[in-house]
């Protein structure tokens, strides 16, 4: 089930706004996909990352891939639980398997992204 209190970008990543911050992670969807993650990539706090563009990258068994961010902002928080703990993102997507906080530059970047609905139709069509 696509939580429907979140906004989701197209390459899988999802955006919480959480007050002055936004959480950020992958989906559920995404981590079906990869199968077993090994290693996630974070950016360092105080790191700039930017809407669309390439912010960190997750191993699985499977692959390497980008994580895209959802939004842009200023690095203010990261899970380094990830670190000795990668498969949180199979085990808890939108929980503890959590990425980075972000301090965005426009709480406007949310309003460009899917709404669960949109994305459940967007990911029915990647799988076809």
Request: aromatic residues 8%.
């Amino acid at each position: 089930m696509t939580p429907q209190d979140l906004r989701y970008h197209r390459e899988h990543t999802w955006a919480r706004v959480e007050g002055d911050q936004i959480t950020i992670g992958i989906t559920d969807y995404a981590q079906e996909q990869l199968h077993d993650v090994v290693y996630v990539g974070l950016p360092e706090v105080g790191t700039t990352v930017e809407q669309n563009q390439p912010f960190g990258e997750i191993e699985s068994t499977k692959a390497v891939n980008d994580l895209y961010a959802p939004v842009s902002g200023t690095v203010v928080e990261r899970n380094d639980a990830l670190a000795s703990q990668p498969t949180l993102v199979n085990t808890d997507a939108y929980g503890q398997g959590w990425m980075i906080r972000v301090r965005p530059g426009a709480l406007g970047d949310v309003d460009a992204l899917l709404d669960a609905a949109t994305y459940e139709k967007h990911t029915a069509t990647s799988r076809t």
